[in-house]
């Protein structure tokens, strides 16, 4: 049925309320379907107003950050005298539960009560055990700076058929328009840093710039970009509907000229144009070695991780039950990571563009001290009849929207998600499995070239990297497909990898850790498992998926090529000691301890001796 123009009314009427109060933890309700976006099981477009005059909702404090915070806990307060199991809470963000600004996808489609997902819920006997006798009790909540307010709804009729049936008061930011959550990134060139960061601020209110400099040397401004991107922008539902939430103003600075390894603070700043200034926290990085320098070096790989919620809300318990394991253990060992890169999938939005947000604030402690750098998976960029090699809709409408916006990477064009880096004595190329990498295709081409472009006497560690399993995985859906591998994944590859010498092709998408022996044409090409010297005759290729989302099983079957497989969440850590002595190490998200490792010792003529199709035809001819 067709809400009224009285409803919407009454519902913008209701901001009434505050108290204090204090919460406890608890066991959160869990459901049985994993791997489902939280967010979609709401059922937001059935939401009816049943407005009980004795329900209620306060929500306190009433003003969040005021000392610069931009992660505040909030204490709310809940009570109807007709309590059920299904009740829940939702959090909204802008505060204003209004449809008024929200257009039907088509002729057919009815204009909703309320329009926009919550950015996340609790249901009401979370941490409340006494609640559906007494009608009463605390839920805490971790908000963070989203550029607008908030409010909480209470609705019965579980997330199936939601009936709002009281809605707190508003609560904000003191500066809801901060610049937040700053993501650093390798420039195109070595020696350039660049800044990613989001805010409120367009360039008509403010102008925005990042202020740098080495920790003994002079300060300096550099210039940022701004972007953004509307509804309109969008490919497809959720994200062009009630999944919509405005993205802010994303802007990008780049700093260039750095000196290798050195050290530098920064803070982000916009110039209002009545001569104030807004300010960020001041963080600090560590310039990138220059390429081939020879010293120790660390890289983090995983994919696959998403976002997950510390306040116990809905999404922590079935969705990625490991995101926060991955994010915490990599921030307790960052003063030993140098450059981190996740492999594709990497909040799990699916078109629930608030989750975004989400995601940055989760690993801002990361990505604002070293390069976080993206590969394109399936969630950030499929979607029917846009130009993925894959016609899902795993993407919710987001289409690569939101990836190419939110972060940088240094590609030539970020619609094509794919480019190279260096770091020190690493060259790594990254690979869009979700555009065609097959011979002949432009990305084929790309593959090649960076491959070609390594000189392995300065830079002898070579990676692959890419979200689907283009090599191998005993993974069960790959298994039973009888691939072991992305179908048409490596027939074009292999040949590349074998010609150029990778060390290592690392894959997300399956959600699990495997390791092969080195391989080519399925055939193990060295019979050792935890150390390697000498000639390279073969690509080691690693599934590294189990960054945090539900883990995916693997087949009964266990090649003889799989030298290590383990069900858990983890990530994998490189380090690179000198030109010829590399550390491998697979470590578990739960505890941080390495389960599978090995080394590498390996000479400059060690790359450069001929294996099966790995060096051209030559003649005797003198």
């Known amino acids: 049925m067709r809400s009224t123009a009285g409803s919407v009314v009454v519902l913008l009427l209701l901001f009434l309320l505050s108290v204090v109060g204090s919460a406890v933890s608890g066991v959160v309700r869990r459901h049985d379907l994993a791997g489902v976006q939280p967010l979609s099981r709401v059922a937001i477009h059935k939401a009816r107003l049943a407005l009980e005059d004795k329900a209620y909702v306060k929500a306190s404090p009433l003003l969040l950050g005021i000392k610069g915070e931009d992660t505040e806990w909030v204490t709310v307060e809940i009570g109807t005298p007709k309590p059920t199991a299904d009740d829940w809470i939702g959090v909204f963000s802008p505060a204003k539960l209004s449809a008024s600004t929200c257009a039907p996808e088509n002729d057919k489609d009815e204009v909703p009560l309320i329009c926009s997902a919550p950015v996340k819920y609790q249901f009401a006997n979370y941490s409340n055990p006494d609640y559906g006798r007494t009608g009463k009790g605390f839920l805490r909540f971790q908000l963070i700076n989203q550029r607008a307010d908030f409010s ?61 400099g080495s920790k003994w040397g002079p300060v300096t401004r550099s210039p940022a970009g701004t972007l953004t991107f509307n509804r309109g922008s969008m490919c497809g539902s959720p994200a062009r509907t009630f999944g919509w939430r405005d993205p802010g103003f994303i802007h990008t600075s780049y700093l260039k000229e750095l000196w290798p390894n050195a050290e530098y603070t920064y803070k982000l700043g916009h110039q209002l144009f009545n001569g104030s200034y807004i300010w960020s926290k001041s963080y600090s990085f560590q310039a990138s070695p220059y390429p081939g320098q020879n010293s120790l070096q660390q890289v983090i790989i995983f994919g696959d991780m ?32 140098d450059i981190v890169f996740h492999i594709g999938d990497i909040t799990y939005a699916n078109g629930y563009i608030s989750q975004w947000d989400q995601f940055t604030a989760q690993v801002e402690p990361i990505t604002s001290r070293v390069p976080y750098m993206l590969a394109s998976g399936n969630h950030e960029r499929d979607w029917p009849n846009t130009g993925s090699f894959y016609g899902t809709t795993d993407s919710g409408g987001e289409c690569g929207v939101l990836a190419e916006t939110m972060f940088y990477i240094p590609a ?98 399956v959600h699990n850790y495997e390791r092969t022996c080195p391989i080519y044409q399925n055939q193990c090409v060295n019979n050792e498992k935890l150390h390697y010297s000498g000639t390279m005759n073969g690509t080691i290729h690693v599934v590294v998926g189990g960054g945090g989302s539900h883990l995916s099983n693997f087949s009964d079957t266990v090649p003889n090529w799989s030298i290590y497989r383990d069900l858990a969440f983890g990530f994998v850590k490189l380090t690179a000691f000198n030109h010829s002595s590399l550390l491998f190490e697979y470590k578990r998200s739960s505890d941080g301890k390495v389960y599978d490792s090995f080394t590498i010792s390996r000479d400059y003529r060690d790359v450069l001796a001929c294996v099966h199709d790995s060096c051209p035809p030559t003649t005797l001819a003198t």
């Open 152 to 212: 909480f709804a209470l609705f019965s009729g579980g997330l199936d058929n939601p009936r709002l049936i009281a809605l707190s008061n508003a609560i904000s930011f003191a500066n809801p328009k901060a610049p937040v959550y700053p993501r650093l990134a390798q420039g195109k060139s070595w020696n350039e840093m660049t800044i990613t960061w989001t805010s409120g601020y367009d360039i008509n209110e403010a102008l925005p710039f990042v202020e740098w």
């Open 412 to 509: 030539e064009n970020s619609a094509k998600y794919w480019y190279s880096t260096d770091f020190g004595m690493f060259h790594f190329c990254i690979a869009d499995t979700e555009h065609d990498w097959r011979e002949g295709s432009e990305q084929y081409k790309f593959i090649e070239h960076c491959l070609a472009s390594a000189d392995r006497k300065k830079q002898p560690w070579l990676i692959f990297a890419a979200h689907r399993v283009l090599g191998y995985s005993s993974g069960k859906s790959y298994v039973a497909e009888g691939s072991f591998e992305e179908p048409m994944g490596r027939e074009s590859l292999q040949k590349l990898w074998q010609k150029y010498r990778v060390d290592m092709a690392f894959f997300g998408h």
């Open 306 to 337: 998403g976002k997950a919620e510390r306040d116990g809300s809905n999404e922590y318990n079935n969705y990625q039950p490991g995101s926060l394991n991955t994010t915490d253990m990599i921030v307790k060992d960052l003063d030993n990571i």
